[in-house]
């Protein structure tokens, strides 16, 4: 999709919170090229400079250094803004569960400080990053937004909280907000390093050095995996949106398609074949499941076809592609 000939964002100042991160840098990048001004909030307790270095020197680029945990940090950073685009929050299941303080802290005292800044600062739409987890234990598939289960730990409790919280705003103060519930995003800038780090930079940083990749369980576990160019457009379409019937709704932001881990796997393989052929010999491991994984995931992504107008334009394999040239470049650099 060339962006220009559908959005114009010109003179437009969005906050995007979170803007130093894997999502929130792409987000940034591409308003930049449509002319938007583009404010960052971002404490980097996860987000990284080398993300947003490129647009440092930009004069339609302001960063802001601080935390969403702190009220008064928001509102200097919602004030002036048209929409606001937020991305900040403490990922990962694993680490929600290794420390739950912390992730509700962040991810719900944090979303409602930035909403209410929002809200304050008159912004014409709330643009915010929900999640797949919110399905929690919904066996259901393909997993459709009026339909759930029970939340299957407290990273998945907070972003639940976040989707009650927009409505509740909406009801009472007739504040517009949209959310968009990400499935498995992945690309380049995905932070390929530490003990959270998703599972596609995991398997390639293990392949890329000829090390088995370790999968949780007996690999049968499916996602339905998301290039991030998707999630930019979905994000774009929402932050324009007037109708009605996508103001204030949940979407869902996916390809629609179901890729166990092995399956994962194989396909890294076959597209690092073409840099390293020592990888064809490289068989994964099976280690214990972890605890709050959702076996399965996949995502009707009709209501956001219907209503939103996301169409995603890369396929699995489309992303795998450009995503594996990506990290072998730059951890060659």
């Given at each position: 999709?060339?962006?220009?000939?559908?959005?114009?964002?010109?003179?437009?100042?969005?906050?995007?919170?979170?803007?130093?991160?894997?999502?929130?840098?792409?987000?940034?990048?591409?308003?930049?090229?449509?002319?938007?001004?583009?404010?960052?909030?971002?404490?980097?307790?996860?987000?990284?400079?080398?993300?947003?270095?490129?647009?440092?020197?930009?004069?339609?680029?302001?960063?802001?250094?601080?935390?969403?945990?702190?009220?008064?940090?928001?509102?200097?950073?919602?004030?002036?803004?048209?929409?606001?685009?937020?991305?900040?929050?403490?990922?990962?299941?694993?680490?929600?569960?290794?420390n739950p303080i912390l992730t509700h802290a962040v991810n719900s005292t944090g979303f409602l400080n930035i909403i209410d800044a929002s809200r304050k600062a008159k912004v014409k739409n709330f643009v915010y990053a929900a999640s797949s987890s919110t399905y929690g234990s919904s066996k259901a598939l393909p997993k459709i937004e009026s339909e759930f289960g029970e939340p299957l730990s407290p990273y998945a409790l907070t972003k639940l909280g976040n989707e009650k919280y927009a409505a509740v705003y909406k009801r009472t103060y007739d504040f517009n907000s949209i959310g968009l519930r990400y499935f498995n995003v992945f690309g380049p800038r995905q932070d390929i390093n530490g003990s959270y780090a998703a599972v596609i930079p995991k398997f390639l940083q293990a392949l890329i050095n000829h090390q088995p990749p370790v999968i949780n369980g007996d690999g049968s576990f499916s996602r339905d995996y998301t290039y991030i160019?998707?999630?930019?457009?979905?994000?774009?379409?929402?932050?324009?949106?007037?109708?009605?019937?996508?103001?204030?709704?949940?979407?869902?932001?996916?390809?629609?398609?179901?890729?166990?881990?092995?399956?994962?796997?194989?396909?890294?393989?076959?597209?690092?074949?073409?840099?390293?052929?020592?990888?064809?010999?490289l068989q994964p491991v099976f280690g214990p499941e972890r605890a709050g994984d959702v076996p399965h995931s996949l995502a009707s992504i009709t209501k956001a076809r219907n209503f939103l107008g996301y169409n995603p334009e890369f396929n699995l394999a489309e992303g795998l592609n450009v995503t594996v040239d990506w990290y072998i470049k730059n951890l060659k650099s």
């Open positions: 999709m060339i962006y220009s000939d559908f959005f114009n964002f010109k003179d437009k100042l969005i906050l995007v919170t979170g803007g130093a991160g894997f999502i929130g840098s792409h987000i940034i990048e591409t308003l930049l090229k449509l002319d938007a001004r583009v404010r960052c909030l971002d404490n980097f307790s996860t987000g990284k400079h080398k993300n947003i270095e490129a647009f440092i020197d930009n004069p339609l680029f302001e960063l802001i250094e601080g935390d969403i945990r702190d009220y008064e940090i928001c509102l200097k950073a919602a004030t002036g803004c048209d929409f606001v685009s937020h991305q900040a929050a403490l990922g990962s299941v694993p680490r929600s569960i290794e160019d998707n999630v930019v457009q979905a994000n774009l379409l929402a932050l324009t949106a007037t109708s009605d019937c996508v103001l204030n709704e949940i979407f869902n932001v996916a390809c629609a398609a179901q890729t166990s881990l092995v399956e994962l796997v194989n396909l890294l393989k076959h597209r690092l074949l073409i840099h390293d052929t020592k990888v064809q010999n």
